[in-house]
């Protein structure tokens, strides 16, 4: 059994602002000379899927100002085994970011005092400062992609089982698409332990061993080219290819125009899952 706290996210985050940026204050002071040129604004949206269960994700599109500064906070929760992480991370995440000037959550509190054994979530940030600079960090398969007037870039990295078998491996789990989700479903995909569809995530004690939530983090200076970030969760990236989310977008530059066709149409497409997306667009 391990015993060693694990810090979700939010350290390697803090790490990673403290070696290229400084500390969160630091940072946001730092950047207070800086104004935004562009008009941003969001749109947002969250479907049902067809699952036999509740909706389990949470979604956060939203803008503060700290300091003199303006802050875009973004991010979508896409729960599993129940919604209670993803409600957790949604009502806590970004209020103990901005107070405390520090990225942490324990993924100890969240296993004792949220969930137990069961349940866990996803997790894709974006803190967007002063329309300029965007601070990304994702666990698990949400994910985030930035529409530029003539590319897509993909920021966050997919946590799939089969891309980390290696790690799954060294933790003492397996990787296996053999497993009762892929009867009822339909569906076979890679699976820790033929369970949990992602290595990485936040909760799922009974998987804690074999995965971690340990993020990938991206730092990117919004240039004048971008048109488009995208946050979007699996319900919509298993239908959809990101330059074809761009391509549906392509002609749009409204945020709520943008969600409202990408969520048409990956319901076009087939989703069955509940899908989650948010867009921010620079004018």
Known sequence: MITQKRTFHLRKIQQ???SDLGPLHKNIEDDKKLSSRRLVTHGFHLVRGKRDHGMEDYIVAEKRQINGNE?????????????????YLHSHLFDNILQKRVYEVKDDEILESVVGSRGGSTAVTAILINGEKLIVGNVGDSRAIIFRESSVEQITVDHEPQKERSLVESRGGFVSKLSAFSVIYHR??????????????????????????????????????VKFIILADDGLWNV???????DCIRELRDGQETYEELIK??????SHEDISCVVVAFH
Do not use: C, W
């Open 16 to 18: 990673r602002l403290s």
């Open 240 to 246: 959809m290819s990101n330059q074809e989310a761009a």
């Open 188 to 225: 076979s995909v890679p699976r820790v332990d033929g369970q949990l569809a992602m290595a990485r995530a936040i909760g799922d004690e009974k998987l804690k061993e074999h995965i971690t939530s340990e993020p990938d983090v991206a730092i990117v200076m919004m240039d004048t080219d």
């Open 265 to 270: 149409e990956a319901l076009s497409r087939g």
């Open 71 to 87: 802050l875009g906070l973004y991010a979508i929760f896409d729960g599993h085994s129940g919604k209670q992480v993803a409600e």
